[in-house]
């Protein structure tokens, strides 16, 4: 029986460098029999979500890691065998990130030194500073570096080999191997895989060529010599180092030793805490605390000259208490129903210990609106009696008997989702407000990861593989606005033909396979138009974290579709130009007439609004003044709030 497990593997969050994604990777792994499978993927954790996901639906071992790059250029492979092991490779990530230019992370060896603990390290292919100082025939520099590793890392470091059939590695293999054998440091087999399978390497080629921004053809040694950089098999691996196979099983050893999974993940909720302003608003004051109260988790803490006092108002209490107030204000008359649905809700969400998230979506609208920006939640919090009591929402959902399991669910184990509208001219103090309240430690923005598609994946193969601009902009428009695999396609049946290329010429053949082969792989990060991610503990121990493009903003490297998958609670603050214009609106109304205008008491049953509905008279109605929307209202024909609910849900 063979058995292998492949400790260095770069997916498509390498990016420009790995030519599969984390999916297609643990497919291959699962297909070929490896015993496990670690990502490794170039100072970044971006794919790891959607690789332990894809792991544990195939009940494959998935190992966590990273080549982190160091302050002399080299390489190091680190893989996570605990959980403080994982919160140190993130928190290294973040030092990569953070503490230098942006795009260019680097480590210092002192940095990685201090967050050595609960990681395995591999010396690394060829740009690891072992084998680099080999290749330069220094042995000595080698063996002070081999001696430095070794006294932080111990028994977890390890010589990393590989076999690409290529003289030159073959010559330092030898040499790691001899340096193993005389000072006792374990050797280990990979084979630094970039793709999955072998005909992946033109797309691994094409990645690269738009790394170093170079043509195909004027690509050189840029390029790697040969195509035996993909996923092999355990009998594979196995005859490639028949003749001495001890580092085939330490890579089986390794896998034994790394068991941390993503699911041991436990994300903190944030922390909610009053700043003395806060504190006098909600009527409450520090108090002496009693025995370990100071350490309580649910506590109310007040922030006072830098310090955290305590106080003897509970999360659960101060949430119940702003609700309350609330209610009297939203309700003319509280009613048996309306104490039973939102004792009902209190309940639930304080079983869910989500007291502090709901007290800082309260926070947040009340800092925009004592400060005059105008605010508005939306989404499935328009379903919740306490939303609407705290202000977030201004629709009651006990008059227009709406679910509230819709909105937040014992059974559905998601995290709960509150939108925040936001006038999109003064969003940026809003958000400027969350990072200063609790700390660029515990905030940041949450990236979106603009993928491959058709057009993107078309424009970019044309241009690598020597076509020319005008022919690039044809077969882009070709491809339409359809996926990578779609535009192939397209451009397969009849596309190409219609364009005028020929579609027996060699260099047009492996322009439809290189499109098909980017279908979806990352082509860059951007920052999310309003996600925010808030954690009672570090957030860079959680997940990386890097500066965005935007200054004063930070960005995790997780996309907003992957944080689910980790149980992140995610908050968007949005900015909407139609919330500025009713804001001004409201101004004006109470500027001339004398009117103030409370948009969470307006009269939902007014007939009059319904009728120039039925009319499709809604041009400047937020979500309603489309040419969709004005050709379905007058066949719906809306009577009630629901019935535009319907409307908005169908087009």
Not at 40 to 62: K, M, N, Y
Request: charged share 25%; net charge negative; proline share 4%.
């Amino acid at each position: 029986l063979f058995r292998y497990a492949e400790v260095h593997c770069h997916s498509g969050f390498s990016l420009l460098d790995g030519a599969s994604n984390p999916e297609e990777l643990v497919g291959r792994a699962k297909d070929i029999g490896l015993a496990a499978l670690a990502i490794t993927d170039h100072d970044d954790l971006g794919g790891i979500p959607r690789f332990a996901h894809a792991a544990r639906e195939l009940s494959l071992p998935g190992i966590i890691g990273a080549e982190l790059t160091l302050e002399d250029d080299s390489h190091l492979i680190v893989l996570v065998q605990d959980l403080l092991g994982y919160r140190n490779l993130c928190a290294l990530i973040t030092l990569a990130r953070l503490e230098r230019e942006r795009g260019s992370p680097r480590l210092s060896y002192e940095q990685l030194f201090a967050r050595a603990s609960g990681l395995t390290a591999l010396s690394g292919c060829h740009h690891g500073a072992i084998p680099a100082a080999l290749a330069r025939d220094d042995t000595m520099a080698a063996r002070r570096l081999l001696k430095r590793f070794v006294e932080v890392f111990g028994s977890d470091f390890y010589l990393e080999v590989g076999n690409h059939f290529i003289t030159q590695e073959a010559l330092i293999v030898r040499q790691i191997i001899e340096m193993a054998s005389s000072t006792g440091v374990n050797w280990v087999v990979t084979n630094n895989v970039h793709y999955a399978t072998s005909d992946k390497r033109i797309v691994h080629d094409v990645l690269t060529c738009l790394r170093h921004k170079v043509a195909l053809s004027s690509a050189g040694t840029r390029l790697r010599p040969n195509g035996s950089w993909y996923m092999k098999s355990p009998e594979e691996m196995t005859h490639q180092w028949r003749d001495n196979l001890v580092g085939i099983k330490n890579t089986l050893a390794i896998a034994e030793r790394c068991q941390f999974r993503l699911g041991w993940l436990e994300p903190p909720l944030p922390s909610f805490t009053c700043n003395e302003e806060v504190a006098k608003y909600c009527g409450i004051s520090p108090s002496s605390p009693s025995v370990g109260q100071d350490k309580a988790s649910d506590i109310v803490h007040i922030e006072s000259a830098g310090k955290l006092l305590p106080t003897e108002m509970s999360y659960p209490g101060l949430l119940e208490q702003l609700v309350w107030s609330g209610a009297a204000k939203r309700y003319v008359d509280i009613t048996e129903q309306h104490r039973k649905q939102l004792n009902h809700e209190l309940s639930l969400i304080n079983k869910l210990k989500l007291a502090p998230y709901f007290l800082i979506m309260w926070d947040i609208v009340r800092f925009a609106r004592s400060n005059g920006i105008a605010v508005q939640g939306r989404g499935s919090a328009a379903n919740s009696a306490v939303c609407y009591c705290l202000m977030i929402t201004a629709v009651d959902p006990i008059g227009m008997d709406l679910l509230f399991e819709r909105f937040l669910s014992e059974g559905r184990h998601e995290p709960p989702d509150i939108d925040l509208d936001i006038a999109h001219q003064e969003r940026e103090r809003v958000l400027q407000y969350v990072y200063e309240k609790y700390g660029r430690a515990h905030a940041a923005m949450v990236c979106e990861v603009i993928t491959y598609r058709g057009r993107s994946a078309t424009r970019d193969a044309a241009r690598v593989l020597g076509f020319s601009q005008e022919q690039a902009d044809l077969l882009s428009r070709e491809a339409n606005h359809s996926e990578a695999y779609d535009a192939a396609a397209r451009l397969a049946n009849g596309g190409l033909e219609r364009l005028g290329f020929d579609i027996n010429d060699h260099r047009v053949k492996m322009l439809i396979k290189v499109i098909a082969g980017l279908h979806q792989l990352p082509r860059h990060r951007s920052i999310h138009v309003g996600g925010f991610v808030l954690s009672g503990q570090p957030i860079g121990e959680i997940v990386p974290v890097e500066s965005a493009a935007m200054e004063k903003r930070t960005v995790i490297q997780w996309d907003k579709d992957d944080i689910d998958l980790v149980g992140l609670i995610k908050i968007d603050l949005l900015g909407l130009g139609m919330l500025t214009m009713i804001q001004e609106a409201l101004r004006l109304v109470s500027q001339h007439r004398g009117l103030d205008i409370d948009i969470g008491r307006l009269d939902m049953s007014d007939e009059k609004i319904y009728q120039m509905l039925q009319k499709a008279d809604t041009v400047g109605v937020f979500q309603v003044e489309s040419r969709a929307q004005m050709n379905i209202l007058p066949k719906l024909k809306p009577v009630c709030f629901y019935d535009i609910i319907v409307s908005i849900a169908i087009v």
